[in-house]
């Protein structure tokens, strides 16, 4: 069974550039998530989607992050204008229903460097 | 509200020799409580998950963990150490009863010297 597809792997971009991150989650899975994770530190939920609805969105930045989800399968991430602090890792998962208990499957992440 | 503290950020031990990592955690609730592991430059691979069954429960590659509710602990455990087990160790709590949203702890470095 493939995985969490994500793509780039890394990007390297200026503050103020935009950019965009790819995520493919397992085949079936209908949730999926999109995580921060800043160097030394727990990845930390930005948005949560259920088929091609949102359902937390609460500690995504909206004055510049943005996520769709248009056909319940595959996602995009997009950061305008990006700031030093958005350095990180961006960690798509997904998982086969929505719940506490569900197992959620990680990506290999998305490694965003902004000078 | 919820949230995990990892009692160590970096622990190190010798090939052969047992593994504690320390996860204690705070809810209103009865969790949901996760161990994953996470290897240089490899995506996040879920260890083991206590979802209210059975209070020891065994994941993959000899690691184990004990849900105590008195208190409210959810500690990593292997007997034996291998080289392979080097990685970040992230302890994650999550509602059973909402939407998916996992916390997770600042993580634990495990270095293991031959």
């Known amino acids: 069974e493939a995985g969490v597809a994500q793509s780039p792997r890394y990007k390297i971009i200026e503050k103020r550039q935009s950019v965009a991150f790819w995520c493919n989650p397992i085949s079936g899975h209908a949730t999926l998530y999109w995580y921060q994770q800043i160097l030394g530190q727990g990845p930390k939920l930005l948005i949560q989607f259920q088929n091609n609805g949102v359902v937390d969105d609460s500690q995504l930045p909206k004055d510049r992050f943005s996520a769709e989800r248009l056909k319940g399968v595959d996602s995009t991430l997009k950061i305008q204008p990006a700031k030093l602090e958005d350095s990180a890792v961006y960690l798509c998962?997904?998982?086969?229903?929505?719940?506490?208990?569900?197992?959620?499957?990680f990506g290999p992440g998305t490694r965003l460097l902004v000078l | 509200a919820q949230s995990v503290t990892q009692l160590d950020s970096h622990v190190s031990v010798s090939e052969g020799t047992p593994v504690l990592l320390r996860c204690n955690y705070s809810s209103s609730y009865s969790p949901s409580l996760f161990w994953y592991v996470q290897h240089p430059n490899k995506g996040l691979q879920l260890l083991l998950k206590y979802t209210s069954a059975a209070t020891l429960v065994k994941g993959i590659n000899g690691f184990e963990a004990e849900f105590k509710k008195s208190e409210t602990s959810f500690h990593l455990t292997k007997p034996s150490a291998h080289m392979s087990d080097a990685a970040e160790y992230f302890c994650?709590?999550?509602?059973?009863?909402?939407?998916?949203?996992?916390?997770f702890g600042q993580g634990t470095t495990l270095q293991v010297k031959p």
């Open positions: 994650v709590v999550s509602d059973p009863e909402g939407t998916g949203k996992l916390i």
């Open positions: 998962a997904s998982s086969l229903g929505r719940g506490g208990q569900e197992t959620q499957y």
